[in-house]
């Protein structure tokens, strides 16, 4: 029995030392976190001693071993502690929290070194030989409790924190945190047999029980690649990205996601194994296509029933020899640079004060009328309206008054007319209109509404009612052999000064 212990627990600390410098070499070409080599070779160095010990013929030389054994476990514990922090995605302990963690452990190290001068941890220490080893049978003193209600409590927080990903975590995060998991559970299990006195002949197998939760975290470090998907990068840049991130697979079957795309889409949090993209095309129309075209805008109605603007991206996830598996589809919020841009479009074509197309956006939207009204062969009108007596209101009231007029008229002339015709502010107090499907009467008409509803209107200017009126002139022609534009309007203009004299004598009318 004793040669298969030996032999047993000596393998056990090879295996930590080949782990920890595999681990080692690939945190440090990664430049990532020390914790997990730590953890290997702080086992390893409790191994060591601890076959020592079984071979040790006396007391004493039982005991001189405690403290490297004392020092091997608390490396480990301490390194379990913050390897799943590490994995949480936390930032880098600060100096503060490793002092913290480390004050109970470093007392533990001294009074492992020094347990022949006190009984803080074993009291009344004798030893027995059971067939060929030494075995250490003690009373416990009460540092004994407090360094296993460590050992336990990061055990459970490790079991616990890992449990919590298993539980709520995506696919892949799932995969690591259970074999990170099944890693934790073996040293737990054993211990429980130990303390238990169940054992054979009372040895502690703690070393054999690490050598076999090293295999399940190798087999995570180098088959699941853990720190390759490393839990911080994923966590900080995917997990709270600001950009909402789908994982799409062969089939089409949303296989993972991040917080933004959980609130974003609350179906994925409600059926996250089973639900498909088509279904969530289903929910959200608006994503339809969106895999077929990089760049393409969808309007979506958050939860808090604001309307937001999403520009997704494609990109392809391959596995091995380069075969695609899947997408991975980013949806970038751009709200605000499409707003920012129908600002831009509106200051480009709409005028500052009236809030109607301003006189370059005017022609151009009217040549496209013209062109399509030649092409289709309809008749389509256009009008021109002048302000009278606008230098009058200007000079009485000042030019606040003026500018108000103005903006109730073209108010007025877009209410009163239908969506599809085209208003246009083109000189200080001159607009333009365009009148698709419509002929001379039609135009002739509508010029006439617009006359109308302007000479009926007033407004206050402090103590005094200012009422507005206007000159309007039309001209309608059937299509497809239309005149120029430039002509149209010049005819319209001159239509519009033979109407100043009728009009300034409807002004005076109503004055009187």
């Not at 707003?339 to 500052?352: G, I, K, N, P």
Request: hydrophobic content about 45%; some cysteine; glycine content about 8%.
């Amino acid at each position: 029995m004793k040669s298969i212990v030996i032999a047993t627990i000596i393998v056990s600390v090879i295996m930590s030392l080949v782990f920890g410098a595999f681990a080692f070499l690939r945190v440090r070409l990664k430049g990532r976190f020390y914790a997990l080599p730590s953890m290997f070779i702080g086992q390893a160095l409790y191994a060591t001693f601890y076959a020592i010990e079984l071979t040790r013929p006396d007391v004493a030389g039982v005991l001189g071993c405690l403290g490297f054994e004392y020092l091997g476990i608390q490396i480990l514990i301490l390194a379990l502690f913050f390897m799943v922090r590490d994995f949480k995605g936390k930032e880098t302990a600060s100096p503060w929290l490793f002092i913290g963690a480390a004050v109970i452990p470093v007392v533990t190290v001294i009074l492992g070194f020094t347990v022949e001068s006190h009984e803080l941890l074993y009291i009344a220490p004798y030893v027995r030989r059971v067939q060929g080893l030494t075995v250490i049978d003690f009373d416990k003193g009460p540092w004994y409790w407090v360094n296993v209600l460590v050992v336990y409590g990061i055990y459970c927080y490790s079991v616990v924190e890992f449990g919590r990903i298993v539980r709520n975590g995506n696919s892949g995060r799932r995969t690591q945190a259970m074999v990170m998991l099944a890693g934790c559970f073996i040293p737990i299990i054993e211990s429980f047999i130990y303390l238990a006195g169940l054992t054979p002949a009372g040895i502690d197998l703690s070393p054999v029980a690490f050598a076999l939760g090293s295999v399940f975290f190798y087999t995570g470090f180098f088959k699941y690649r853990l720190f390759d998907m490393h839990p911080i990068a994923r966590d900080a840049v995917f997990e709270h990205m600001h950009d909402a991130a789908l994982v799409i697979d062969g089939e089409g079957a949303i296989v993972d996601f991040n917080k933004t795309a959980r609130i974003l889409f609350p179906p994925l949090a409600d059926d996250r194994s089973s639900i498909t993209f088509s279904d969530l095309c289903g929910a959200y129309p608006a994503l339809r296509g969106v895999l077929d075209k990089d760049g393409s805008i969808a309007s979506l109605m958050m939860p808090d029933g604001q309307e937001r603007c999403f520009e997704a991206q494609r990109s392809r996830v391959s596995g091995k020899g380069g075969r695609a598996v899947g997408s991975l589809l980013l949806l970038y919020d751009v709200t605000d640079r499409e707003l920012l841009q129908e600002r831009l479009r509106d200051q480009a074509s709409l005028d500052d004060l009236t809030r109607v197309a301003n006189r370059r956006k005017f022609y151009e939207l009217a040549e496209i009328e013209l062109e399509r009204a030649r092409r289709y062969g309809h008749p389509i009108g256009f009008a021109v309206m002048d302000m009278n007596g606008f230098k009058s209101i200007n000079d009485l009231y000042g030019h606040k008054a003026g500018d108000d007029a103005l903006r109730l008229a073209a108010k007025l002339c877009v209410d009163a007319l239908r969506s599809c015709d085209i208003v246009g502010r083109i000189g200080g107090d001159e607009f333009a209109f365009v009148f698709p499907e419509c002929d001379e009467t039609d135009a002739a008409t509508a010029a006439s509404k617009i006359r109308f509803v302007v000479g009926q209107a007033t407004f206050s200017n402090q103590s005094a009612i200012v009422r507005l009126s206007a000159a309007v002139g039309s001209v309608g022609s059937i299509g497809p052999a239309h005149p120029d534009l430039e002509e149209l309007l010049a005819l319209a203009d001159r239509r519009m000064y033979a109407d100043k004299p009728r009009s300034k004598a409807d002004k005076a009318a109503a004055r009187a």
